[in-house]
DNA sequence: TTGAAAGCGCTAACAA
DNA sequence: TTGTTAGCGCTTTCAA
């Protein structure tokens, strides 16, 4: 690889003057920046990021950490986030935490080590302290952490959209099924306010739904059959579901199982609408958490912090529901 | 952040010694060791990776290049690439590339510029010769490379297993369909093997399969129903199909909608074995690639080239073939 | 308009 | 056993 004095000799010029054509400031002669020019292309000459970097103390780095890059959800966010990043010259470099606490911790580490300007952190299991002493540029999605920007979709507004369709659609014991949070400091999204949505709705009727949470372990190839059929078994009257995408696909095939029809039976709503539903037979009903918009803001917003701008603690996104074969 | 030099004065030694004691080398006695322990504790020093970098001329950085990880193969790829590359000491950086050639040109161009130690690139669209002027280790899947190390499943025996497996059960007219390869210099999985392997089993039969190639356009919300609503049509005869997971799961509903009973009317076989077969219903069969397995290769195989070892130009990752509801 | 020299935070000869 | 010093490849002040 050739470095700046190499350039340097062959134009003739002194590093200075190079560094000055390459970073395209001070005065230059046009006949020295030409001849700078030339010298690059001829030794097919690239700066080397690591050493501007060091200089300039800025690497343009971004950590993300997330569970796991396999769950659609994140792997679309991770999608878009990168796409984002790469627009505004910053790469990713990529954690899977698994929600699990030591992992997260020595992620974080190595990030802060290598200079990452900023992290962009999901399902966070650890103590906001951890991110606070950081002194770093943080954002922050699928949870909320105290002082620390906040990027999330409207939950409740979600809750609330989905109540009210499966109450139009005459369901009279819908349930509410999510996994739990995972690590002591993780909501779920249930209790992320999901659920209170759903409530609010609900208040002024009758109808009591069954709150559910399955065992928060995360694994590559999640499988919750058996739980969710003890569910079904235990409460054969529920006729409407809200749930997460993934789970969504699961209770279609219980349903099957079952013989239970979906819709007629079951109305089924999912949460996320990542690439699952519409993959599904029948195509599912999902709550839609705009993934690409939410990942421009969460770039734009660790961009302003890393530029020393302030930006607003919580920012919610808002979402729709989209209806299809399953409500 | 506190560097070498105030670790240095805290403990009241050269920096030369709080590097040794950092990098564990030369001589030091224990009461200057403890010294300078303590002093990193009391600063909570981190040593800038990016400074030890530049002067050691490795990153300890992995590029990693795929079309997209919204793509369930190549998400579960990621998540293993990354965790055995962490395993290893080694960050990855992601990039998709869409398969585009102008972005993975681009990529290469700033994974170099940043110094990486190597890059791994699944579905490449760019000619071999930008790779091998790269003049770095790389690895190379879901794409055969001339002379670059190169990593695949087998799909020859996988062509094979399925075509079998579809003979068993009594199919006279079974289908292959693919997506097309994207760019000019990308082979479909069809024409990779696969296609072989079928015909293979086939050559002793009078049975003659259909050969369809989908648009190789990715989005990613791809969706392909009317292409395979019209194959589907034009094809009644068909009564068994090996393709690829996300695209069988269209299929699944295609076929809902026409009346066809799988596996009654017709069988149908994936390719990849991701998450999504155990999530439809029926639950898929499907030619289970073991990504894991290949992942733990891949980064092995790159660390070896970056010390400098020889690897061979191609590893074949054996198939096996998992039976589920679909045939 | 250009160049010499210091320094980003670290490692490693070499000397003491 | 420890320290001095010269770099890693780059940017930037300062002087010419």
Redesign the interface.
């Known amino acids: 690889m050739p470095k700046i004095n190499d350039v340097a000799e062959n134009a003739g010029v002194s590093i200075t003057t190079v560094s000055r054509v390459l970073n395209n400031r001070g005065y230059i002669s046009e006949s020295t920046r030409n001849k700078v020019f030339l010298a690059m292309k001829e030794l097919n000459y ?6 501007r ?2 200089y300039r103390k800025k ?1 343009n ?1 971004i950590g ?1 950490i997330i569970p ?3 769950n ?1 959800f994140f ?2 966010l ?2 878009h986030l ?2 984002f990043a ?1 627009l505004k010259g910053y ?6 935490s698994m929600k699990n606490i030591q992992k997260e911790h020595d992620y974080i ?2 990030l ?4 990452v300007d900023g992290i962009l952190v999901g399902s966070s299991v650890l103590d906001v302290e951890h991110y606070l002493n950081l002194n770093l540029p943080i954002v922050s999605f699928e949870r909320t952490l105290a002082n620390i920007p906040t990027v999330t979709s409207d939950y409740i507004t979600g809750g609330k959209l989905a109540a009210q369709l499966l109450l139009d659609k005459g369901c009279l014991k819908p349930a509410l099924i999510f996994q739990a949070g995972g690590g002591p400091h993780h909501q779920s999204l249930l209790t992320a306010g999901i659920g209170q949505g759903f409530e609010d709705v609900l208040k002024g009727t009758a109808i009591r739904p069954v709150y559910m949470e399955l065992d928060p372990d995360i694994n ?2 999640q ?1 919750h059959g058996n739980e969710l059929l003890r569910i079904f078994n235990e409460h054969p009257e529920i006729d409407g579901v809200l749930t997460e995408d ?1 789970l969504a ?2 209770i ?2 219980i349903c ?1 199982r079952l013989d239970k029809k979906i819709p007629e039976d079951i109305k089924l709503i999912g949460y996320d609408d990542v ?2 539903p ?6 599912l009903s999902s709550v839609r958490q705009p993934i690409k918009e939410m990942s421009e803001y969460i770039i734009e917003s660790i961009i302003k912090q890393i530029k020393g701008e302030v930006v607003p603690m919580l920012h919610t996104i808002p979402v729709t529901l989209i209806e299809r074969e399953t409500t």
């Open positions: 690239q700066p080397n990021e690591m050493a970097s060091l690497s780095m993300l796991t890059v396999t659609p792997s679309e991770t999608y990168e796409y790469n790469k990713l470099v990529l954690c899977n580490d190595m802060k080590k290598n200079q590559i190839n499988c993934l696909a699961e279609i095939r099957n690439m699952i519409s993959l599904l037979s029948p195509r």
